[in-house]
């Protein structure tokens, strides 16, 4: 269904206004791979431990597959519940699931869940029919901005990165280990 029927009382949710963000990467273990869709995982088989016979191990098969990724806006790790978009890959098609500000509600909000198309052949992103008026444009922003996200991806993939650097959340990045110690934080000085 690429609409809710109704909105729904989220606690914790959030209204992020539209500004200037970006989506990052909020997702670990991933590798680019080929086809339309970037991001891959790397399949592994289950095989019998020989070291312990009740506990089967996982072992590197050498393939990569699409997977499913959890994106989130680029202002605050990990602080955005209502903000993670779920990118799902269909076929040149990615399926970017939302949940969208449909406006407050006491100590919390409502919120609408929506799957917005995004075609990676034409470069565009389609909302559905059934979203209601008022969420068109934060579908259509955020929908561009997934977009955006993915052609970032591909193109750090034909530079030759094996796995995602740029696209990623400030939170995943690897802290730099320079020699000379000034890469420590503030807070360890």
Same mark, same amino acid.
């Given at each position: ?12 949710? %959030? ?19 080929? &086809? ?6 790397? %399949? ?5 431990? !020989?070291? @312990? !016979?009740?506990?089967? $191990? ?5 393939? =990569?597959? !699409? ?9 605050? *790790? ?13 076929? *040149? ?21 929506? @799957? ?11 909302? !559905?029919?059934?979203?209601? @008026?008022?969420?068109? *444009? ?6 561009? $901005? ?11 993939? $034909?530079?030759?990165?094996? /796995?995602? =650097?740029?696209?990623? @959340? ?10 000379? &110690? ?5 807070? /360890?000085?």
């Amino acid at each position: 269904m690429p609409v809710a029927p109704r909105d729904e009382f989220d606690m914790y949710a %959030i209204h992020l206004d539209l500004g200037s963000w970006s989506y990052a990467l909020d997702d670990v273990g991933l590798v680019y791979g080929p &086809g339309w869709f970037p991001f891959h995982r790397h %399949i592994e088989r289950v095989e019998p431990n !020989p070291s @312990a !016979p009740l506990l089967p $191990r996982s072992v590197p098969t050498g393939k =990569t597959a !699409p997977t499913p990724v959890r994106i989130s806006p680029d202002v605050e *790790h990990r602080a955005w519940r209502n903000e993670y978009v779920v990118l799902q890959p269909v076929d *040149h098609r990615v399926q970017a699931h939302m949940r969208l500000y449909a406006g407050g509600r006491g100590a919390g909000a409502r919120i609408r869940r929506v @799957a917005v198309e995004v075609d990676l052949r034409n470069l565009n992103v389609a909302v !559905p029919a059934q979203c209601p @008026a008022p969420l068109r *444009h934060q579908a259509a922003v955020k929908g561009r $901005r997934v977009l955006d996200l993915l052609m970032s991806a591909r193109i750090e993939r $034909r530079l030759g990165l094996s /796995a995602p =650097t740029g696209v990623l @959340a400030p939170g995943l990045h690897e802290p730099d280990n320079a020699e000379d &110690g000034s890469a420590e934080s503030d807070s /360890a000085r």
